[in-house]
């Protein structure tokens, strides 16, 4: 399989994250215009590596002709919240929308149990129908919703994992774990002022807002 067995195949995939990341930054632009608090605070997108999916299917024994239900999360979205909160309201509107482009077929909950690693974030698993040059095609797309703050842990995790190539000493685990709570201590505390902190907001936006009208 060469490159160019790779383009093509990666197509549908770099359209769905395109159309998926630009949904959610509307929606969050559309509680900007109507004065309202988003729960969405960034969007990000990228559809997986070529490398990163040949490792999966080396390390996972994936048959290439099952690949597309296989690898869950070739097109990736992840969704930033400021609060814990939000990321239920995310996942409604996700619900609530469901019926029509994005329907929910897995559900993975790393919020109500983090993850050995101290992992936390709440994952869908949907499919989205995409039109391409070649024809209409259903693939799936992993949604990643989580926290500021999970989500500076994540990254930081992620890329320690890298460096060690999954196998962290038992002593930076032991820390990371500790920042995990440290993360989630964090959460608690913003969640318990978080009306104070979206009045803030609020008053900041209006003044932000009348000043680029000038
Ligand atoms: P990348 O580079 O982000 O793409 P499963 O299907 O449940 O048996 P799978 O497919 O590994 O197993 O699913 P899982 O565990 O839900 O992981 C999917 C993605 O979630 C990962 O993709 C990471 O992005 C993220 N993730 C899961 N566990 C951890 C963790 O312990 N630490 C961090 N930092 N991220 C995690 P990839 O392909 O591993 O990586």
Not at 113 to 134: N, Q, T
Request: hydrophobic share 40%; with cysteine.
């Amino acid at each position: 399989m060469g490159t160019k067995y790779w383009q093509e195949f990666l197509i549908p995939y770099d359209q769905a994250v395109d159309e998926i990341v630009l949904k959610f930054n509307s929606l969050k632009d559309q509680y900007e215009k109507l004065g309202e608090y988003s729960p969405i605070e960034s969007v990000y997108g990228r559809v997986k590596s070529v490398s990163s999916i040949l490792e999966k299917i080396h390390n996972y024994g994936v048959d290439i002709e099952a690949l597309e239900d296989t690898i869950q999360d070739i097109a990736g979205i992840r969704i930033m919240c400021q609060f814990e909160e939000d990321i239920y309201e995310v996942v409604e509107l996700i619900k609530e929308r469901a019926h029509r482009d994005m329907e929910i077929v897995r559900v993975k909950d790393y919020l109500s149990e983090a993850k050995a690693s101290g992992y936390k974030s709440y994952h869908l698993i949907i499919r989205y129908p995409v039109f391409c040059v070649s024809g209409f095609k259903s693939i799936l797309v992993e949604i990643q919703i989580r926290t500021l703050a999970m989500n500076f842990w994540s990254i930081i995790e992620h890329s320690l994992n890298y460096k060690y190539k999954e196998n962290i000493p038992e002593v930076v685990k032991k820390r990371l774990i500790n920042a995990a709570n440290a993360v989630n201590e964090v959460d608690r505390e913003m969640s318990s002022i978080r009306e104070e902190i979206q009045n803030a907001q609020r008053v900041f936006g209006l003044k932000s807002s009348s000043v680029t009208s000038i």
